[in-house]
Every structure is written in structure tokens, then in C-alpha cells.
């Protein structure tokens, strides 16, 4: 069964910064593109960085760029998004999510969501 | 970036109606797209990829169709479940857009 479960979420000033965690299992999680999506508080989806399944190539949405950085440990299963200079329109629940395969692919799995609230 | 757009934003229906619901992308995205049902406080679900190909253990009264740059999403017998918010997703370039969702709820 394919789990993802993130953590590092909570409360942090504006300009601060913060760390969040995937925790994968249940599949071959170097074989996978991996992704974080994002929804501030009663809005819609954003799709927010991508990472091959190498870690040799990532993207980002233009609105994050030089701020958050993707990263994967294969060997650890994990996947990071380390925030940096964060700023009051970062607050939402960010998703770990999974697509299904290494490449351009649609999401099939997504965690249950950590919440980042920028604010001082 | 490629912008999804969706038609319409939200809308009233009943258990048993059909119902469709649509997406434009600013530009031709093939196939790669994408549609996700969401309930409040829980994460997306993937119904739909590839334009029209239903995912493992979706029913099958929810089909997609389009390629290029218009998309739909019908529900053929709305039943109580379906009752939830819908985005269309497009995985052709990044950044991987998604619409900015159509409300269902009951009439």
C-alpha cells in the first residue's frame, strides 16, 4: 500500500524559514517523479515544485523560485521542500504527492497534507 | 506558464442528473491532462488521466474527452457521493497547472 506521509509543517514568521518531510513506502520510490502541491486556506490547487525520480532535474512554479528548493534521499525514501524567505501568501497545506510514473505524468497519490501558517 | 481555465465555477445538481463539467488550457496540451475530485479537508483524488482514461476503482459513470485544448469531465448518474469539488490538471509543461476547480453541490 502506497503511503506518504508528511511533517515539518507549523507556524513561522514572515522571512523565516521552515523544512517539510515526505516519508514514502509502498513502492520503488526512486522509479517516480514526486511533487508538492499546495492550497491556502479556501482556495483552489497549486502545483508548486516537481523532482525526477533521480533527483537530477527539478521544477519549480515562477512564484517560489530562489525560495524553496525540492529535494529527494532515495535511499531514505524521503522527500523534502526546504522554504526559505517565506512570505504571508505561502500559508496553505502543502501535499507530498506521487504521479504515476518518471515523467510528465497526473498525480495518483497524495498525502494528508501538512499546514504552513506565515505569519508574525 | 499554461493557464487552465473551468466552466462552470460551481453550480447546483441532483442525485441521478448528468452532469459535465469543462476545461481550457491557454495552449494545446495533447492528452495530458488530468481531473481530480475533492472533498472537504481531505486530499485530491485522481479520477481521470490521459483525457479519458479512468483510473483503478473509479466508477465507471465518470468519463473524460477532449484533446488539444478542450476537456470535459461528465458524470453520467450524479449519486451523493459525487457531491464535491472538481480541477482539471494539465502535465504537458511544467509548471503543471490546474484549474481553479468547479463546485458540485445539492440542489
Known amino acids: 500500500e502506497v503511503q506518504l506521509l508528511e511533517s515539518g509543517g507549523g507556524l513561522v514568521q514572515p522571512g523565516g524559514s521552515l523544512r517539510l518531510s515526505c516519508a514514502a513506502s509502498?513502492?520503488?520510490?526512486?522509479?517516480?517523479?514526486m511533487s508538492w502541491v499546495r492550497q491556502a486556506p479556501g482556495q483552489g490547487l497549486e502545483w508548486v515544485s516537481g523532482?525526477?525520480?533521480?533527483?537530477?532535474?527539478?521544477y519549480y512554479v515562477d512564484s517560489v523560485k530562489g525560495r524553496l528548493t525540492i529535494s529527494r534521499d532515495n535511499s531514505k525514501n524521503t522527500l523534502y521542500l526546504q522554504m526559505n524567505s517565506l512570505r504571508a501568501e505561502d500559508t496553505a497545506v502543502y501535499y507530498c504527492?506521487?504521479?504515476?510514473?518518471?515523467?510528465?505524468?497526473?498525480?495518483?497519490?497524495w498525502g494528508q497534507g501538512t499546514l504552513v501558517t506565515v505569519s508574525s | 506558464a499554461i493557464r487552465m481555465t473551468q466552466s462552470p465555477s460551481s453550480f447546483s445538481a441532483s442525485t441521478g442528473d448528468r452532469v459535465t463539467i469543462t476545461c481550457r488550457a491557454s495552449?494545446?496540451?495533447?492528452?495530458?491532462l488530468a481531473w481530480y475530485q475533492q472533498k472537504p479537508g481531505k486530499a485530491p483524488k485522481l479520477l481521470i488521466y490521459?483525457?479519458?482514461t479512468l483510473q483503478s476503482g473509479v466508477p465507471s459513470r465518470f468519463s473524460g474527452s477532449g484533446s488539444g485544448t478542450d476537456f470535459n469531465l461528465t458524470i453520467s448518474c450524479l449519486q451523493s457521493e459525487d457531491f464535491a469539488t472538481y480541477y482539471c490538471?494539465?502535465?504537458?509543461?511544467?509548471?503543471?497547472?490546474f484549474g481553479p476547480g468547479t463546485k458540485v453541490d445539492i440542489k
Open positions: 504527492a506521487k504521479t504515476r510514473g518518471d515523467g510528465p505524468a497526473a498525480i495518483n497519490y
Open positions: 509502498g513502492f520503488t520510490f526512486s522509479n517516480y517523479v
Open positions: 523532482i525526477s525520480g533521480s533527483g537530477g532535474s527539478t
Open positions: 495552449q494545446g496540451i495533447s492528452s495530458y
Open positions: 490521459a483525457a479519458s
Open positions: 490538471q494539465q502535465y504537458y509543461s511544467y509548471p503543471f497547472t
